[in-house]
């Protein structure tokens, strides 16, 4: 998994560290480790750091079960021109990490380009009503953009998720599970967020994303799932999330009574040029004009906007708000193309920290007119070898 800052157990170091120089953007190529020894462990069974013995040397041309003493912080790293084309062939010294505002030594590089697995997560509730055939179409037309070999989970969620089809290459089965999505009661964003991130992507192997297409409000999760407590798990996951929130409060205003309606008229802004200059300066994305708070009042929309827009900036995503999902087709490009070609860069922390510890990271370039794209904090781990800064 290359999806998040995340810690990858490595070799008890040797004396004196090696320096090797990064490579081209090749993914044949295998990754660069500065710590000198002959390749990163496989481990077997529940190791963790600081475990007193070794496992047994292994027979001949097996990989070595070692001792773990020291934990590597990786996160997935996209490079863009001012014109949002992605650059490749960067080298381990282009970059620069830091962590709470300290330099650190990069210890680990590696360009990737790999398949991924994306859950579409459709809103249904009732106030999504209204715009459900554009939600829809508008799934589809990400799906069209992505590789052959990517694979993607349909999930519907209204008071509760639901599986629509499992994970699968297959476009035609895909358009059929997204088409099935339909209005529902209720909406438990916080419960399926909750579900899709702690026990769905859990069985699921490699690089990971959410595509999130929600209008924000949650309203029947129950106390395990939080706004706070899934915008956490969001900061530790391994998955990147793209929500996509569209504006409800018109058409649920106009059409039944509730909420406040906004009687301003639309005002349609630019297509690629707006979506792509918003995502390349760092920003999130507007689609239109009059994006104001919607549904049964304002002040749960504009919880849901935040919430959406944390959600994603926790997992190194990005954000997009839209009143309709037509002008969306190029930021599907945009999101798939940074799914699948990204750098991974690490680093050794000089300190192991404290279990729930907020760290704070940035990524810098070391060349002029690129734009960086890197989470910007890990929680130190509780033990699980699994969790982020651990």
């Not at 590597?72 to 062939?89: C, H, I, M, N």
Request: hydrophobic fraction near 35%; charge should be neutral; avoid cysteine.
């Amino acid at each position: 998994n290359r999806s998040r800052p995340r810690v990858v157990p490595t070799p008890t170091p040797a004396p004196t560290p090696i320096v090797v120089d990064g490579y081209e953007d090749d993914v044949d190529d295998e990754p660069v480790v500065t710590d000198p020894a002959r390749r990163r462990p496989t481990l077997q069974g529940d190791q963790r750091p600081g475990s007193p013995n070794a496992s047994p040397t292994p027979p001949a041309g097996e990989d070595e079960v070692i001792r773990v003493e020291t934990n590597l912080v990786t996160l997935p790293v996209s490079v863009f021109d001012r014109s949002g084309r992605f650059v490749g062939g960067l080298t381990q010294r282009d970059f620069q990490i830091f962590e709470n505002g300290k330099q650190q030594e990069i210890g680990f590089f590696q360009s990737v380009e790999q398949p991924f697995t994306v859950i579409l997560m459709i809103d249904v509730s009732p106030s999504t009503a209204f715009q459900i055939a554009d939600i829809q179409n508008a799934a589809i037309a990400f799906t069209e953009q992505l590789r052959p070999e990517d694979r993607v989970m349909v999930v519907a969620f209204d008071q509760r998720a639901r599986v629509l089809t499992r994970p699968t290459n297959n476009r035609a089965e895909i358009a059929r599970a997204i088409r099935q999505a339909d209005e529902g009661n209720g909406t438990s964003l916080y419960s399926a967020i909750d579900q899709m991130l702690n026990r769905e992507f859990k069985m699921i192997e490699g690089r990971k994303a959410i595509v999130l297409f929600s209008d924000g409000v949650d309203t029947t999760s129950g106390r395990r799932s939080t706004f706070e407590s899934t915008l956490r798990d969001a900061e530790e996951t391994d998955v990147l999330i793209y929500s996509i929130r569209y504006n409800t409060f018109r058409d649920y205003g106009a059409r039944n009574g509730g909420g406040v309606y906004n009687p301003r008229p639309r005002q349609r802004r630019g297509g690629w040029a707006d979506i792509l200059g918003a995502i390349i300066t760092g920003g999130n994305v507007s689609i239109g004009g009059n994006t104001g708070a919607a549904g049964t009042s304002p002040e749960e929309y504009a919880r849901g906007k935040q919430y959406m827009e944390a959600l994603s900036r926790n997992s190194g995503g990005r954000s997009f708000e839209a009143d309709t999902l037509v002008d969306l087709d190029s930021a599907y490009r945009g999101i798939a193309e940074e799914l699948r070609r990204q750098y991974s860069v690490g680093y050794y922390p000089e300190s192991q920290g404290q279990a729930g510890e907020r760290r704070q990271l940035r990524v810098r370039v070391l060349r002029p007119n690129l734009v960086v794209r890197a989470k910007t904090s890990y929680i130190v781990g509780a033990g699980d070898p699994s969790y982020a800064g651990n």
